[in-house]
């Protein structure tokens, strides 16, 4: 079992930037796959990023490329979210989750334990 809590959430410019973080509980983080996903007003829950046990490999859907980065630090049960150059389109409430078995996936059914998420929003 893991619990997730993210934070880093807010109100920013466009053009800003933001590092949003997840804290696991659970001695077992490693072994978790990671993932960023978000949901807008009114949309379905999309994929953002994901990273691996070690970190070693990273997805990003097309809209985020070169403009978030998703890391992870095992020793602090903590995988991060840096958001920048944010668009107003950008804005929705962002989750992560932690896939048990470790596989990379960009599909949330694939997810095992979600967070209650945090808010970002972006002003144009």
């Known amino acids: 079992q893991v619990q997730l809590v993210e934070s880093g959430g807010g109100l920013v410019q466009a053009g800003g930037s933001l590092r949003l973080s997840c804290a696991a509980s659970g001695r077992t983080f490693s072994n978790y796959a990671m993932g960023w996903f978000r949901q807008a007003p009114g949309k379905e829950r999309e994929f953002v990023a994901a990273i691996s046990r070690t970190g070693s490999r990273t997805l990003y859907t097309d809209s985020v490329k070169g403009r978030f980065t998703i890391s992870r630090d095992n020793a602090k049960n903590t995988v991060y979210l840096q958001l920048n150059s944010l668009r107003a389109e950008d804005t929705a409430v962002y989750y992560c989750?932690?896939?048990?078995?470790?596989?990379?996936?960009?599909?949330?059914?694939?997810?095992?334990?979600w967070g209650q998420g945090t808010q970002v929003t972006v002003s144009s």
């Open positions: 989750a932690a896939e048990r078995s470790g596989v990379v996936y960009i599909t949330a059914p694939q997810y095992d334990y």
